[in-house]
């Protein structure tokens, strides 16, 4: 069974699309994370969510909304995607104690 | 501030010698955890190895192995009998009971050569 799910994998858009990106983990962890790595490999935090609620929210545009409907579930939603969007964005899970995280496979946004 | 850094973007090393990948870190807590994450060219994130900042001996997972010099805050990956299938990127990453979150640093690029 997969411990946290990223769903599409892969995504090819054009520019000023509005897309989804769904996260899933049945790990029973409480927190979740959206993290964007970008052409250079660099990890930068996005959001982190615990039990459902938003604890940390960097400085990203606020085109990215991200939504938790449950503690098991984090997607993010990007609206009017522009090229510098482009990047592998990754989901993760971990208790709360900040133990290490469980990561998804990664999707790769690719704007055009 | 940078609390992760991982000064080696790229080391080679051939096949079934060991290789050590470097990591600092920069933190004041006392309370505080390190991980290797490994990257291979699919993309996926695949954990390696923990060391909690309170644990005395070194933490080993097969042929992977933490040198932590915790006054030194160092936290060194060692990867024994390396093998082809090794060459990935790896992050180096610090997680602290405040704030859960991680910190991870930009990552060394690993290459094995036959």
């Known amino acids: 069974d997969t411990a946290v799910s990223q769903t599409p994998k892969y995504l090819v858009t054009q520019m000023g699309n509005d897309k989804s990106i769904k996260c899933e983990q049945n790990l029973g962890h409480d927190t979740m994370y959206w993290y964007k790595q970008d052409s250079k490999k660099f990890l930068k935090i996005m959001f982190s969510y615990n039990n459902k609620e938003l604890i940390i929210n960097e400085t990203v545009p606020n085109r990215f909304s991200p939504k938790s409907p449950d503690k098991a579930h984090l997607n993010l939603h990007i609206n009017s995607l522009e090229l510098g969007d482009s990047a592998v964005y990754f989901c993760?899970?971990?208790?709360?104690?900040?133990?290490?995280?469980?990561f998804g496979s990664g999707t790769r946004l690719t704007v055009v | 501030a940078q609390k992760i850094t991982q000064t080696q973007p790229g080391m080679f090393v051939q096949e079934k010698e060991a290789v050590t990948l470097d990591c600092t870190y920069d933190t004041s807590d006392q309370s505080y955890g390190l991980f290797w994450y490994k990257q291979p060219s699919s993309g996926e994130m695949i954990f390696l190895i923990y060391q909690g900042s309170y644990d005395e001996q070194n933490a080993t997972e097969g042929r992977y192995s933490l040198n932590f010099q915790k006054a030194r805050k160092s936290a060194n990956l060692v990867i024994s009998a390396s093998q082809l299938g090794d060459s990935a990127m790896y992050f180096c990453?610090?997680?602290?009971?405040?704030?859960?979150?991680?910190?991870f640093g930009t990552g060394t690029s690993l290459t094995v050569i036959p």
């Open positions: 990453a610090m997680s602290l009971n405040t704030g859960n979150q991680f910190y």
């Open positions: 993760a899970s971990s208790r709360s104690e900040g133990y290490g995280y469980t």
